[in-house]
């Protein structure tokens, strides 16, 4: 399978050069990963485990994982769930890169089958560039990686182009939570702003990252941002 995909070195190496942002802390781990985003009680993947990794111990038949998923992200999913869904589907298809490569082509293939039906992009455009992003944050350092060159950063800004969304703000400033530059500033503006009228976003926001002991993620933008200035 062969996907017509952007290079995204420069954030790879972004991620490497501000990591000490986690590697210093109690926070530690990359952020697409390493933090459950709460959705209440909406459907997602099965997800045993009280932490936000999975133990090894699960009974989930990863045969289902590219049906389930996508079966999951559907017009109606709310992003914060869809975000959650691609982190646990990451997780799951960790060890298995031909499960995760089958994921992310039916993901993109998505995208396209919106464009030959008419309709809407965005919500394919964010769900490929997300999953593609935080596989990535998985295996930074494995050339063979299906995720390796995907700019799924692009697809998920093109995605707020034609949908502009505080909860895929949210989403798209994790992902540029170790970038310097003032897209990252933007993109935590209109996510807090957005929680004022949205509940479940501000619970996001106020979340601690890993651990009671951990900040907030509003902290840890509050500090990506001032360190960005």
Do not use: C, W
């Given at each position: 399978m062969t996907l017509s995909l952007n290079v995204s070195l420069r954030r790879t190496i972004g991620f490497f050069v501000a990591s000490s942002i986690f590697a210093t802390s109690a926070h530690a781990g990359p952020p697409l990963i390493c933090h459950s985003i709460a959705i209440g009680q909406a459907r997602s993947l099965p997800w045993p485990s009280p932490d936000w990794n999975i133990s090894g111990t699960e009974t989930y038949d990863l045969k289902?994982?590219?049906?389930?998923?996508?079966?999951?992200?559907?017009?109606?999913?709310?992003?914060?769930v869809r975000m959650e869904t691609l982190r646990r589907a990451a997780l799951y298809?960790?060890?298995?890169?031909?499960?995760?490569?089958e994921l992310l082509?039916?993901?993109?293939?998505r995208v396209s089958?919106?464009?030959?039906?008419?309709?809407?992009q965005a919500l394919a455009l964010f769900d490929a560039g997300y999953f593609a992003e935080a596989y990535k944050q998985l295996h930074?350092?494995?050339?063979?990686?299906?995720?390796?060159g995907v700019d799924g950063y692009a697809w998920v800004k093109k995605a707020l182009e034609s949908r502009p969304d505080p909860q895929?703000?949210?989403?798209?400033a994790l992902i540029t939570m170790h970038e310097n530059n003032k897209e990252h500033r933007e993109h935590v503006?209109?996510?807090?702003?957005?929680?004022e009228s949205d509940a479940l976003l501000a619970q996001n926001l106020a979340?601690?990252?890993?651990?009671?002991?951990?900040?907030t993620i509003a902290e840890m933008f509050a500090k990506s941002t001032a360190q960005n200035r």
């Open positions: 289902n994982l590219v049906g389930d998923t996508l079966a999951i992200l559907d017009s109606s999913t709310p992003v914060l298809s960790r060890d298995d890169s031909k499960l995760a490569e082509g039916q993901l993109h293939a089958s919106a464009e030959t039906a008419g309709q809407s930074l350092k494995d050339a063979n990686s299906p995720a390796n895929m703000e949210f989403a798209a503006r209109r996510a807090t702003a957005g929680a979340s601690r990252f890993n651990s009671s002991s951990s900040p």
